[in-house]
């Protein structure tokens, strides 16, 4: 595989391919999981969860399991300590899934209304299985549709509604209208770790071990919502088994850290595989509407994406996916639009891409279906579109290479040599097809702190609240570190994990690797500094701290995204309506790549997920329960090897002009654009086009 990132540095270790540093205590099992570090005294609890879909609990008989073998607790909304959740964290208000066993009310089907603790993972299991709950039931509405009356605008973490011109004088000049709706169903993120967290008092201070995004983020929610003072709380994460946006607080640690202080020992929470579908938040189903209306060259001047998603009565969380378009494409006349509407169901939450992946496959199959209409190119579509300046903000792209994407993509996937009309290549029972769609994802940085340390021994040790969550994170800092310094990246130990280590942004919204990387470059420059001056080092070292929150906040406004250009060739039986991928390519414009190695791994993943999205997974409610049809990874599909093909991702040189290693973030884009370049290929080999996803033989057929 070549890559066209060149190691520029003096040592080479940034832009070049490295092994994971902790690699090999991972694959020998030497890197333990928050799941299974040994305490003395340990205690297991088990989450009950609800088994009505909205009510209130009448009684929990605790009486018959306390007397169970090793039974320790059962906590419930009886007798669980008061905690608050109603305060603004890192990340703005709670999600008050978290704060358990608070009250009698039952908002959904899988809500905890109880945890047993027993002496051993096996005993807890069997007592909360034992354990009777009983319920009023209340009627409950499960039931998302494109008409729901209840369905309200609302901003989330972007504006609801941007708009400019008069939409509907545009749409009615347009000599070409696109009209059409597009769904996505529920999705689920199922990290390989599950959720896991032991709780203990050790010394006055609460210590949590936990798998998650970022253990400062969880410190400071649990401190607020214990009411401690933050510096008696430590949480570590050390080795992530994937994360996706699922894991910050939620019910386990909240449960963990009740039972421990209530029992005064060390108490594990572990989320099972099922409960995952109703405490770890998911991505909610979409409704896309979207209207493009266009000169007969097919430049736009009418843009209109509506978008609705669900959330709980409990917590209000959107997902945006009109947002894309805010990015992507400008018009004469410009509206994009959330909404929400709020059901009896588990509350969603980020996941990986949340608003581009649902709102790419609605935007960039619009766009496809516009081509088609003006007879033009879909790449060529998009260059005539191509904004020179951000759609709605007006702001300057701090670098938008796409059409550069889109060139270097159609040259190695041989989009040139292809036949625009539908319907038309067969391989023996097989009806063959090739699309494209554009891909995009916000490149920020969020505020870090790192401290940097001379070791007598002439290594150097890095100490940073990052949080690799299976990315490689832990290695692009040791490079990047390696880099600053202008030593080999194997003088360098970087230590994660810890909100000890201080503050620092999430392993999220892309944002991570970025964010860490300008804390750890920062602080090699004053410790060069330092040593400069210096003969020697003592024996404790010499350690210097960085914080670049003054420098982040001093970067100038500007649209700040990455980009990409996915294509994807399919195979299609229309005797059983399955769908094959065949080959796929993703081209990204993002930033300088620090590791290319697992920079590759992480665009494959998303695009393989796209793969998933686009085909499998789909997350099924039952009307009269309010509860999943097979909330497992039996009954939930994803991509499996076999539905996996060659899958090949590359980038094109894109250095953050105003990032110190010119890194933008890979984090998410490669989801973003898959399933819509899946499904506009699927149109090009069979000339019907699949609005809903996944595309299922059933719907093929
Ligand atoms: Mo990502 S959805 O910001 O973990």
New binding site residues.
Partial sequence: MTTTTQATAVTGAVGTAHTRVEGRDKVTGAARYAGEIPFDELAHGWLVLSTVARGRIRSVETAAVLGMPGVLTVLHHGNAPRVDSDYVGMLGAPDPTAAVFQHERVPHMGWPVALVVAETSEQAREAAEALVVHYEEEPHDVTFSAGHPDAYQVDGFMPAVTEKGDLEAELAASALVVDAEYTTPEEHHNPMEPHAATALWDGGRLEVVDSN?GTAWVASEIANMFSLDPASVRVRSEHVGG?????GLRAHQVAAVMAATGLQRPVRVVMTRRQMFSLAGYRSPTTQRIRLGARADGRLRALDHSSLSLTSTVHEFVEPSAGVARVMYDADAHHTANRVVRLDVPTP??????GEAPGSFAVEAALDELAEKCGVDPIELRVRNEPETGPVSGLPFSSRNLLACFREGARRFGWADRDPRPGLRRDGRWLLGTGTAAASFGAGAGPSTAAMTAEADGTFTVRINAAD?GTGARTALTLVAADALEVAPDRVQVRIGDSDFGPAW??????GTRSWAWAVTAAAGELRERLALNTGIPPEGITVQSDTTAAIGALARKERHSFGAQFAEVAVDPATGEVRVRRMLGIFAAGRIVNPLTARGQLVGGMIWGISMALHEEAVRDRASGGHYGADLAGYHVAAHADVPLVEADWVDDPDPDDPVGIKGI??IGIVGAAAAIANAVWHATGVRHRHLPIRPDRVL
């Fill in positions: 995004q994360g996706f946006g699922s894991k939450t980020w996941m990986r891409a949340p969550i999430i392993a999220g919204g892309s944002m984090g998410e």
